[in-house]
């Protein structure tokens, strides 16, 4: 469920960065209200999924469909060049991230040694005791 959260979010920063583009430099006031009520969905929603999640996965994911995803609408509705190299940057984003994935459990923050937590077991809060 927390990566839906964050699958969400990643598709709402594409809509907010579409919007951006359409705001004409905030000046065009439909698309400026569409991406500061984007822009804010998507940030509560990423800042949700942190709550469980390794933020470098997380964001990598969101940032990969941000990224990704703005790029293929640029090229789908915003009539942007589609070029090879593009498309195979693109690839790279996916696979990128997707190799994050696979190089770790992706299922809450875990602390190494210089933390003073154990493997497995959640960070402590900021300010939080000390063993």
Not at 5 to 11: D, K, N, P, T, Y
Not at 89 to 105: E, K, M, N, W
């Amino acid at each position: 469920m927390t990566w839906a959260l964050v699958i969400l979010a990643g598709l709402l920063e594409v809509g907010f960065a579409a919007a951006l583009k359409q705001s004409d430099g905030f000046t065009e006031p439909v698309p400026t209200v569409l991406f500061v009520v984007l822009g804010a969905a998507s940030f509560i929603l990423l800042s949700r999924a942190l709550r469980s999640l390794p933020i470098g996965s997380a964001y990598a994911v969101w940032t990969g469909i941000g990224g990704a995803g703005t790029a293929i609408v640029g090229m789908v509705f915003l009539s942007e060049p589609v070029e090879v190299v593009r498309l195979v940057s693109i690839a790279l984003i996916v696979s990128g991230v997707v190799g994050l994935q696979l190089g770790g459990d992706g299922h809450g923050a875990t602390a190494g040694p210089a933390s003073g937590a154990t493997a497995g077991e959640p960070l402590p809060a900021p300010g939080g005791p000390r063993r």
